[in-house]
């Protein structure tokens, strides 16, 4: 069982001793393990299930410690000055940063309730204001062709991107705490009028966001492709090899013109959280194109308009037993209470902000990256990956050359690779593990309530199970062969009726929830995207488990309810 | 002479609080089963023998009252000072249940007397400073309702204080094993407009009977049972709606003890006021301070 001790190291990446200093950071930088970390509980972070490359670490500086650590004095937190970050090999784990002082809690404390309940009031007008600003950036970004900038510009512009980068999470993280609060102030009054978590969830389902505005567009697509008689062309012809073939008589190019129309719309899109490294659809159509080829393999298309009725008729059914329930007095509270979390709505915004936010942050900063690529002329096209941000920028202002760095990114290539194998063995947990996790927060987030901490903790001693138990997210029961999938990229390796095992989804995981029979993950609360999702979609999801990546193997045959919240595995692959 | 006093007779002066609030809700036409009180007065806790004219008029009071054959009956102390509003001597005197027989009840009626020297009830004065024993104690007697179900109601919740519903605890058989906490009773809600919010069933393993062997004795029930609901919601209706009617009568929240016999009639068998717990103010939609609680913890 490995340990913090196995990651406190001075090596790391090949040609590049971590010298975190060079970002700006307001209580606690990002940085390797040291031995000062011993007696704090980090947790490893679901979202780069891959490994984050050289230039990915910015996510750490900028997304999470800075925006979370900006966020949290906004409001403030009473309790807490946002999240720091540790790496282990390509690895992100994560600790919250905690006010200790009491006279400082209470201050912060006073802060917050003058804060929050005028936050929520205008958050409509709040995010429409923030979205703005990010549309605004981003139009500038996007409207340069960076092929025809000069070097100063691009370097210039590279610059540019980042902060538009800082300043997204920062956005990111000033509308997130603030609603989730009020999210799970609503659940605990809920909690003591006698209604449970799962409950509480359906009071705010069935509402339209970007991201399954996406996702209906996408079944368009596969519509287009079966109405254009090109349903044999996708069942027989591999993602990658797609686009050429298509492109070789009129009904597949009229549906390449559409499929670029798509793409103007939403493909400005990674198949990941916030990751440099990742390329957009529009780079790289692979995924919508094997997502369409999924879809053309279902008997029957995604019916959304159903789904949605049924998931408002749900959420209307249970909000009317739950007043029934209620003493009029009681009803006062509970509906004043709805109002303002439907008003400022967590599940919601949870989807919502990915279109804005996460799906596309990272994007300007890979456009110059490419570019500088493209000019310095790398092995590989994307090369500069590899190298760190103050290496990059060195590059950009020409403060240095590229001679000799080719070694080096061929070793970090390596190093990235084989850290991504071993994603299968990192600890969920280092440092000081707590009985308990007593954040609300962190618990809702990322599922880490007691029964999370209890699988791992029964797996690190040695137990193995064949029933695993977690959050029951989204109700209904699915049986099927399971596959364990580590990223949004792997998502063509899972079938119609199969169950999708991961540690978490997020937004680029949502279209195939389409055609999964269940979903179970690792990681998250209620509010985790694949809670959402699987909900949306009345696809069976159980959340939390904490080991089922580590216990179900590609093949078992589970069975998942989302009921009860248990996953059974019925038949392990020999 | 007549001693004895008719509970519909009941007062403060001839027959203690506890015997006089039941003598005022069956002069109110509220259904409590019937019965007499040995007055205060006539109490002799110390004495040898027992008041030969006093057994005969009791003796008669108890054939009148059974009207015929002997039945079993319920006989309670009520000494002067219970239930005032420093204390309630919740349980420091004696109740007999079952008690079957003319000379049986006039045992029971000494035993209760006797009670008021017990170290318990002296203890339980001394801590309240209330000095040596109680002046003296008036001791009920009433015919017992063979109870299929029975338990307690709050007018207010016994715990948060709020008054917008009743509270009621009901197991099956009689109420002892769930006013002395010895089962987990089932918890029902009816909400002031009548509508039941909540019926929760317990788990009621143990009930206590009256025994064909012609004395009390305490049950276990099968799983089943005890997890059987003890009143249905009409029930619980009916017995919110009595219960209510006794405190609108105090002009106070009450705490009663209620009975269901057989054919569903409902009878409270003891009832006081409760001095109302502060009202719990309803906060409309306080985000911060909700958040603080469960957001963050640190309300």
Known sequence: ML??????????YPGFAPSFGHSPYIVEPFRSFTAADKDRFWFLDFHWARGLTPLGMIWNEDGYSWGTQWAAEQ???????????????????????????????????????????????????????????????WQSLRSRDVSALSDDELAMMLVEARTYYRRLFEIHFEMMYPLLSNYLGFRGVCRELGFDAATVAKFLQGYETKISETDRALWQLAADARSGGLEMVFATTAPESLAVVLGADDAGRRWLSRLADFLEAYGYRTAGTADVALPSWIEDPTPVLSTVAEFLRQERPHDFDAAHDAAVEERE????????????????????????????????????????????????????????AERLGTDQHDDTMFLFWPELLDLAERQRGYYGMSKTIQARREYFDHWHDRRGEMPKMLGAIPEAIDDPLLIEIYGLDRGYMEAVRAEAAG??????????????????????????????????????????TSASWTPAF?????????SGGTLSHAAIVGREYGVPTVTACGVATSSIQDGDDVQVDGITGTVTILKGVQ | MNTVVDLAQANLDNAGPKMARLGELLRHSIDVPMGFVVPPSACQPGADGFD????????????????????????????????????????????????????RVVEAVRACWAGLHSERAVAYRQRLGAGGPAAAMAVGVMLMVPARSSGVAFTVDPVTGRDDRLIIEASWGFGEPVVQGVVTPDRIEVAADGRVLRNEAGDKKIALVYGKSGRMEHVQL?????????????????????????AELAGQPVDCEWVIDDAGTVWIVQWRAVTALPAAEAPLWDPAEYAARYAFRSA
């Open chain 1, 3 to 12: 340990s913090i001790e196995d990651f406190i190291t001075d090596e790391w």
């Open chain 1, 75 to 137: 409001m403030p937190l009473p309790q807490g000055r946002g999240m720091t970050q540790r790496i282990a090999g390509t690895h992100t784990y994560a600790a919250v940063v905690p006010v200790r002082n009491k006279r400082e809690i209470a201050a912060r404390d006073k802060r917050m309730r003058a804060y929050l309940p005028s936050f929520l009031d205008r958050f409509d007008l709040i995010w429409r204001q923030r979205r703005s600003e990010i549309e605004i950036s």
């Open chain 1, 317 to 372: 059914t249970a909000i009317d037993d739950a007043r029934g329930r209620l003493t009029r007095r009681e009803q006062q509270v509970f509906d004043a209470g709805l109002i303002s979390v439907q008003h400022a709505n967590f599940p919601w915004w949870q989807d919502d902000h990915n279109y804005y936010i996460d799906l596309r942050a990272s994007l300007p900063v890979r456009w110059v990256a490419l570019e500088l």
């Open chain 1, 463 to 504: 137990v193995r199970v064949t029933t695993l138990r977690g959050i029951p997210a989204a109700r209904g029961s699915a049986r099927g062969r399971a596959r364990v999938i580590r990223e949004a990229g792997d998502l063509d390796k899972i079938s119609a009726g199969e169950i999708l095992v991961c540690e978490s």
């Open chain 1, 514 to 522: 389409s055609w999964i029979a269940g979903c179970v993950c690792d």
């Open chain 2, 52 to 103: 030969e004219t006093l057994a005969a008029e009791i003796a008669r009071a108890y054939r009148r009252l059974c009207g015929g054959t002997d039945k079993p009956v319920v006989v309670r102390s009520s000494a002067v000072d219970e239930d005032g509003a420093k204390a309630s001597f919740a349980g420091i005197y004696d109740s007999y249940l079952g008690v079957l027989g003319a000379d």
């Open chain 2, 222 to 246: 099968p799983a089943g049972r005890a997890r059987t609901p003890a009143l249905t919601n009409d029930e619980a209706v009916l017995l919110s709606e009595r219960v209510r009617a006794v």
